[in-house]
Nanobody, 115 residues
Framework: QVQLVESGGGLVQPGGSLRLSCVLS????????MGWYRQAPGKQRELVAE???????NYADSAKGRFTVSRDNAKNTVNLQMNSLKPEDTAVYYC?????????WGQGTQVTVSS
């Protein structure tokens, strides 16, 4: 069974930074497209950033210039570096993996941006 385990969420002040990490427990990591989504209270889940198996990236407009997604194939890990955080970035962040018709979600990690 494929599992995604996230870490790195927490409370940060506006303008601060956080780094989220997600480990894929099994499977051929290089073959998966990996991404991060978020869901704020009362809102739909939305894409934040994604990274294909070939290395192409796609960012939500709200994330461009502030967030960076990267992957470490040797460690089966995808990271999301978030800088210049704003209160509107507050949400539960979910790791996502997809390959062909298969997709998997992590359990989510809370990010709260507040003074």
């Amino acid at each position: 069974q494929v599992q995604l385990v996230e870490s790195g969420g927490g409370l940060v002040q506006p303008g601060g930074s956080l780094r989220l990490s997600c480990v894929l427990s099994r499977g051929f990591f290089r073959s998966y497209a990996m991404g991060w989504y978020r869901q704020a209270p009362g809102k739909q889940r939305e894409l934040v950033a994604e990274l294909t198996s070939s290395g192409s990236t796609n960012y939500a407009d709200s994330a461009k210039g502030r967030f960076t997604v990267s992957r470490d194939n040797a460690k089966n890990t995808v990271n999301l570096q978030m800088n210049s955080l704003k209160p509107e970035d507050t949400a539960v962040y979910y790791c996502h993996a997809s390959r062909a018709v298969f997709e998997y979600w992590g359990q989510g990690t809370q990010v709260t941006v507040s003074s």
